[in-house]
């Protein structure tokens, strides 16, 4: 599976970004991971292709993950974005078979 993401950048605490993830084909789940510097990856949505999600403790309530009809491209919608947001966020995929796929991180900066 390859991952193309898109999105990111600068914003200010309390602001809005959307981060987009298209799949080179179906999954059995999708979704991101951030990596802030000197700290481990950690989760921040995925969403399975029966439509279930799951989410990371800090981002409940202000984050929304979403996939499209085609089930192809995920959509992570951030909302009231705090400095402690800012991360490396890399789009993450498992197939049928269990297998992990990494995209190309993007840089979410969060200005106080």
């Known amino acids: 599976v390859q991952l193309q993401a898109s999105g990111g950048g600068l914003v200010q605490a309390g602001g809005s970004l959307r981060l987009s993830c298209t799949a080179s084909?179906?999954?059995?789940?999708i979704g991101w991971f951030r990596q802030a510097p000197g700290k481990q990856r950690d989760l921040v949505a995925h969403i399975r292709d029966d439509g279930n999600t799951v989410y990371g403790d800090s981002v409940k309530g202000r984050f929304t993950i979403s996939i499209n009809n085609a089930k192809d491209t995920v959509s992570l919608q951030m909302n009231g974005l705090k400095p402690e947001d800012t991360a490396v966020y890399y789009c993450?995929?498992?197939?049928?078979?269990?297998?992990?796929?990494w995209g190309q991180g993007t840089l979410v900066t969060v200005s106080s």
């Open positions: 084909r179906s999954t059995l789940s």
């Open positions: 993450h995929a498992t197939d049928h078979e269990l297998n992990n796929y």
